[in-house]
């Protein structure tokens, strides 16, 4: 049995609620991919150069990125060959294949929830450029955990853009937990000290540390995270447990870039997508995972405190290929 009949299988045996998230976070993106899909079966007949050539440029408007499209199609091309496929929708089948197989087998496994230390504060380091709505998936990763039973702390670390404090100060408010601020403009490094320390004293389950989003210069900030996370180890060892970073599906290949950016800077544990239900384009999730070898661990499917779900692959790729077959 081939991976997309068995995904389709696999599917029905999944929570029905998650499911319908992917379906209406990924309908514009389904919408977009498969549509063209369709039209281009319909096109031909039989598969010909054209066609692949026609395939190739769809995945690249579906932003799965050149170097991953060119890898997908030469095998499907010579999956297609070896056995003698010519009809369309085979090779739609076979494309959904090897887009599961090449997601599964690049860098890491794949881990979703956050991995808690055995003692003492788990520290969570938050990155990402400004407007990728990092504040936001702060506050909903502490409304999940919170819901676990965790007693969390947030640490207001980006003290260099005007408001950022202030709108992680509400969440706190509306969420009813705690958090440590600093003035505007003081050294990051010193707040998430501060916040360390009452973690600590306050026995906190699970510490989420904001921090700067500023990508101009990229010595700055690879010097501000380190320091940044010298400071934290001093006083919580081993810390920080986890670093994501928190990248808007809407920006695209450009995405992509800022985490290849970032990773530069600091060790990446994961990566967050938000806002996948506005975009059309889909398949940044499949370049990240290829270009960096990062899995994506959580991903934004509304606005709801509750539409940050773990990343499942089956349903990403049910909810990007499959998901509303009866429209």
């Known amino acids: 049995m081939g991976l997309f009949k068995f995904l389709k299988e696999k599917i029905l045996k999944k929570d029905k609620t998650v499911q319908d998230k992917y379906v209406t976070g990924l309908d514009k993106s389904r919408k977009n991919f498969t549509s063209k899909l369709k039209s281009l079966s319909k096109k031909y007949q039989k598969i010909n150069e054209e066609y692949f050539e026609e395939l190739e440029q769809i995945l690249i ?3 799965v990125g050149v170097n991953l499209t060119m890898e997908v199609i030469d095998q499907v091309r010579d999956e297609a060959t070896t056995k003698g496929i010519t009809n369309p929708d085979e090779i ?3 494309l959904v294949d090897k887009m599961f197989v090449s997601y599964a087998q690049q860098g890491e496994n794949i881990v979703n929830e956050i991995q808690f230390a055995k003692e003492g504060p788990t520290v969570l380091l938050v990155v990402g450029v400004n407007g990728v709505g990092k504040t936001t998936t702060i506050a909903k990763l502490a409304y999940r ?3 676990q039973g965790k007693k969390v702390l947030l640490i207001a670390g ?3 853009r005007a408001g950022a404090t202030e709108q992680l100060t509400i969440w706190a408010q ?4 705690e958090i440590v601020t600093g003035k505007e403009n003081q050294d990051p490094a010193s707040v998430a000290y501060d916040g360390c320390v009452k973690a ?3 026995h906190i389950d699970l510490v989420i540390c904001d921090t700067a989003g500023r990508l101009q210069n990229k010595a700055n900030l690879m010097n501000e995270l380190a320091k940044m996370k010298r400071v934290i180890a001093k006083e919580i060892p081993s810390a920080p447990h986890e670093i994501f970073l928190i990248i808007d599906a809407n920006t695209g290949q450009n995405g992509v870039i800022q985490a290849k950016a970032f990773k530069e800077c600091t060790s990446l544990t994961g990566v967050v997508i938000t806002k996948m239900d506005g975009t059309s384009k889909g398949g940044i999730i499949l370049a990240i995972r290829d270009e960096l070898g990062v899995p994506v661990r ?5 606005e709801k405190m509750e539409d940050l779900e773990e990343f499942d692959l089956d349903q990403y790729l049910y909810g990007l290929c499959l998901g509303g077959e009866e429209e």
């Not at 509306?174 to 937990?177: A, D, P, V, W």
């Open 158 to 160: 980006d003290t260099f």
């Open 61 to 63: 408007e579906a932003d």
């Open 92 to 94: 739609n089948e076979l």
């Open 174 to 177: 509306r969420l009813g937990c």
């Open 298 to 302: 959580f991903i934004g499917l509304g």
């Open 145 to 147: 955990y919170q819901k």
């Open 200 to 202: 600590k004293k306050d």
